[in-house]
C-alpha cells in the first residue's frame, strides 16, 4: 500500500501536464520507452512499462489510430511487429521531456536531493531483489 500511495502522490505531479496534451499514462509510458530505447515490440514494451499484453495491444491500436506510433512488421516473421513513434509522437515527447524534468527538479528541491536519491536506490535494490527470486 505505501508503495502505491507513493506512485499515486507522484502521478498528481505529471496527471495534469499529461492530459494537457491529451494524453494518458500507460501512452506516456510508451513514448518514453520508445524515445528511450528506439523501435520495440509490444512484449518488450510490455516489459518495460509493466502493461499487460492484452491491455498493450489495445492502447497500441489507439496510438496507431491517432498517429503516435506505426507497427511494422518483420520482413522474416510476419508475425513479429516492431513499434515506433511517430514524427508527430516524437515532437510531443521532446516538447515534454522538458516539462516533465521541471517538475522532478521541483519534487528535489522540495523534499531535497538526497531524499530523492535514497528513494531510488531503495526502489531499484527491491526491484533487483524482486528479479532474483
Known amino acids: 500500500m505505501?508503495?502505491?500511495r507513493a506512485r499515486e502522490k507522484m502521478m498528481e505531479r505529471f496527471r495534469p501536464l499529461l492530459s494537457a496534451h491529451g494524453l494518458t499514462e500507460q501512452?506516456?509510458?510508451?513514448?518514453?520507452?520508445l524515445h528511450e530505447r528506439g523501435p520495440l515490440e509490444p512484449r518488450q514494451l510490455s516489459d518495460?512499462?509493466?502493461?499487460?499484453?492484452?491491455?498493450?495491444?489495445?492502447?497500441?491500436a489507439r496510438m496507431e489510430a491517432t498517429d503516435l506510433v506505426t507497427k511494422e512488421r518483420f520482413a522474416e516473421d510476419q508475425r513479429r511487429v516492431l513499434v515506433s513513434l511517430t514524427a508527430t509522437s516524437l515532437e510531443l515527447v521532446e516538447a515534454l521531456i522538458g516539462e516533465v524534468e521541471a517538475r522532478y527538479a521541483e519534487l528535489e528541491s522540495q523534499m531535497g536531493r538526497q531524499v530523492v536519491e535514497r528513494v531510488y536506490r531503495a526502489v531499484d535494490a527491491l526491484l533487483e531483489g524482486l528479479e532474483r527470486t
Not at 27 to 33: E, G, L, T
Not at 48 to 60: K, N, R, Y
Open 2 to 4: 505505501l508503495l502505491l
Open 27 to 33: 501512452q506516456w509510458r510508451i513514448m518514453r520507452a
Open 48 to 60: 518495460l512499462c509493466t502493461i499487460s499484453s492484452p491491455s498493450m495491444a489495445g492502447v497500441l
